[in-house]
């Protein structure tokens, strides 16, 4: 069993930026492939961004490509989400995956889940 704790959401104004943490509670976390989605109102989760067990593979969707980035430090069993150029449509609740096989671009494929953080955008 994983658990899974996301922090460092809040309000920031367009163009500012944050970082998201993902503490694991796993010893096994490196052996462990990460990704974030993220979820409006309304509209289904979808993929932000992964990480693959080692770091040294990252996946990215295109509407955040160039603005955020995903990493892990798997001495902490951390990974992390760097936002910047924030825009008022990256506004979400964000949460952090682990799966046991990869990274992959649909929810259903991941093992656990965090319970979310709010990200606010204001334009």
């Known amino acids: 069993q994983v658990q899974l704790v996301e922090s460092g959401g809040g309000l920031v104004q367009t163009g500012g930026s944050l970082r998201l943490s993902c503490a694991a509670s796993?010893?096994?976390?490196?052996?462990?492939?990460m990704a974030w989605f993220r979820q409006a109102p309304g509209k289904e989760r979808d993929f932000v961004g992964g990480?693959?067990?080692?770091?040294?593979?990252?996946y990215y969707a295109d509407s955040v490509k160039g603005r955020f980035t995903v990493s892990r430090d798997n001495a902490k069993n951390t990974t992390y989400l760097q936002m910047n150029s924030l825009k008022p449509e990256d506004t979400a609740v964000y949460y952090c995956?682990?799966?046991?096989?990869?990274?992959?671009?649909?929810?259903?494929?991941?093992?656990?889940w965090g319970q979310g953080t709010q990200v606010s955008v204001s334009s």
């Open positions: 995956a682990a799966s046991r096989t990869g990274v992959y671009y649909f929810s259903a494929s991941y093992d656990y």
């Open positions: 796993a010893r096994t976390f490196s052996s462990y492939a």
């Open positions: 990480i693959s067990w080692s770091g040294a593979n990252t």
